[in-house]
């Protein structure tokens, strides 16, 4: 069975980090993009970054560029979401997602990807 389960979210205060996980089972990462979105209530859903399957594409969310980093590794088939320098408007539900190899143009729609995780919640708040 196809599964991605993001972890690491939480209540964080203003300027500081957390660490997402996106752990996947069923399949292996490495012939996948990954994507992190994002969705604040009463919001439409926004892409944050995508990393495709070679590594030698990475994109961001000008909202988040300097401020996140992603990563993968497929040894353990997981990726990341790095979050440094937290801002109370990244509060959001995060959700990872996969597609095949590329992110590709377009990719902050989500239309490419085929598989989500559940998400995980992200609070930054004094």
């Known amino acids: 069975q196809v599964q991605l389960v993001e972890s690491g979210g939480g209540l964080v205060q203003p300027g500081g980090s957390l660490r997402l996980s996106c752990a996947a089972s069923?399949?292996?990462?490495?012939?996948?993009?990954i994507g992190w979105f994002r969705q604040a209530p009463g919001k439409e859903r926004e892409g944050v970054s995508c990393?495709?399957?070679?590594?030698?594409?990475?994109y961001y969310a000008d909202s988040v560029k300097g401020r996140f980093t992603i990563s993968r590794d497929n040894a353990k088939n997981t990726g990341y979401l790095q979050m440094n320098s937290l801002k109370p408007e990244d509060t959001a539900i995060y959700y990872c997602?996969?597609?095949?190899?590329?992110?590709?143009?377009?990719?902050?729609?989500?239309?490419?990807?085929?598989?989500w995780g559940q998400g995980t919640q992200v609070t930054v708040s004094s």
């Open positions: 997602a996969t597609a095949r190899r590329v992110c590709g143009i377009g990719w902050s729609s989500g239309s490419r990807f085929e598989s």
């Open positions: 069923g399949f292996t990462l490495d012939g996948y993009a």
């Open positions: 990393i495709s399957a070679s590594d030698r594409s990475i």
